[in-house]
């Protein structure tokens, strides 16, 4: 199936960001996709060669610090350019970060100050015709801003932090859960366990806030038999989420370090690579199975590492390294899709066509945490909360 020539697909699809509930209408893009001879397929690259990968992430970023979710379109998540700052930050580029958070406190009040508060989860990479507030996106944005403090040892954005948890903090129910934000007619989003979990790291300290979201939790989404959270406990087909389990354990204090064997009954599986046709090895978003979530498969690396795990970190890496990509765009640059095999989102939804052959953001930052042996969420974990409220011990 590889050719030895270039081709043009007109895409006309969907594109979502790693929060695996929310799907957006991605404007019409034209992808230049490069098919290798056989002698020519991607193969990887050595661990301790990153410049291409990097190289890759800089060009994303355009002048008014927004990255696109992947080269050659109109589509921006603030979600992947939250994770995009925290990894600017961790490789002590703060003025980088600076760029893509900047953004953001500009817009603070033409956007936040509207709607009844948050920040657009999509725009286009003007940073203009946003759409939907979306609880799990905010939060990351937060995680950005705290992490930049803490390295800057300033509180340059205290404003939009305090802002991002007031409202974060507005979206609590009365049972404990979180809606998931807003859409743009004012309905509020169902509430969403990873989003969930997400907000209760962004939020600092343990208060009644956390507190109420754990019981929600414990009574709501917890599996007593799997000793797990799930994602969606009322569809017997798409109970679980390979992202729920992996936030589960670097997220929340003393969870138990075998809830991540759950994974590979419930996720693992082996697809063929669209452009490099090598058989890799990975998790899936639910248990259909049908693709590889490299994405997901990274945060699953970084989870094995917070339990120490190494091994099996490693061997995770090893097979994502197998789905490189070179940059259509520019030489000496490659990244990671976001799946490895065109097929299914969670639940039943279509990927965009383009998920399995164009480098990926959120895939390629979440692949060098691993490499580095960084876990974000690390710096909202450490809650000072009592024992009791650990649901999940023995």
């Not at 000496?332 to 066509?353: C, E, F, Q, R």
């Amino acid at each position: 199936m590889v050719k030895k020539y270039i081709f043009y697909v007109l895409i006309v699809g969907l594109a979502v960001s790693c929060q695996k509930e929310e799907l957006v209408t991605n404007p019409v893009s034209m992808v230049e996709t490069v098919l290798l001879p056989e002698e020519e397929k991607n193969s990887g690259i050595e661990r301790n060669d990153t410049e291409p990968i990097l190289n890759w992430i800089d060009h994303l970023q355009a002048t008014n610090g927004l990255l696109t979710s992947s080269e050659n379109q109109d589509f921006v998540s603030l979600y992947d350019n939250a994770l995009a700052a925290i990894f600017f930050i961790q490789q002590g580029e703060l003025h980088k970060a600076e760029s893509v958070l900047d953004f953001f406190a500009n817009s603070i009040e033409n956007e936040f100050g509207i709607d009844s508060g948050g920040f657009y989860q999509f725009r286009n990479k003007a940073g203009e015709n946003g759409s939907r507030k979306w609880l799990g996106d905010n939060a990351w944005l937060l995680m950005a801003i705290r992490h930049y403090h803490q390295a800057s040892n300033s509180q340059k954005y205290a404003l939009m932090a305090d802002k991002l948890e007031n409202w974060i903090r507005s979206l609590q129910d009365v049972d404990g859960g979180l809606f998931g934000g807003y859409n743009e007619n004012g309905t509020a989003i169902p509430k969403v366990t990873e989003g969930i979990l997400t907000a209760y790291n962004a939020i600092p300290g343990y208060d009644d806030f956390h507190k109420n979201i754990l019981h929600y939790l414990q009574n709501d989404r917890w599996d007593a038999k799997l000793q797990n959270l799930v994602a969606w406990p009322d569809n017997e087909s798409y109970t679980n989420a390979l992202d729920v389990l992996a936030l589960s354990q670097s997220i929340l204090s003393d969870f138990p370090i075998n809830s991540l064997d759950a994974a590979d009954t419930l996720f693992l599986t082996s697809q063929t690579s669209t452009l490099s046709g090598q058989e890799v090895t990975g998790y899936c978003f639910d248990e259909d199975k049908d693709v590889i979530w490299l994405e997901g498969t990274a945060q699953m690396a970084v989870a094995f590492q917070t339990i120490g795990n190494q091994e099996k970190s490693q061997e995770l890496l090893t097979q994502i390294e197998k789905t490189f990509i070179r940059s259509f765009e520019m030489n000496s640059a490659k990244g990671i899709p976001y799946v490895t095999n065109h097929g299914t989102n969670y639940g039943a939804t279509i990927l965009w066509d383009h998920a399995d052959i164009t480098p990926a953001l959120s895939s390629t930052v979440w692949y060098l945490f691993a490499q580095m042996n960084f876990n974000p969420l690390l710096l909202g974990k450490q809650k000072n909360m009592p024992e009791a409220d650990k649901f999940w011990l023995p």
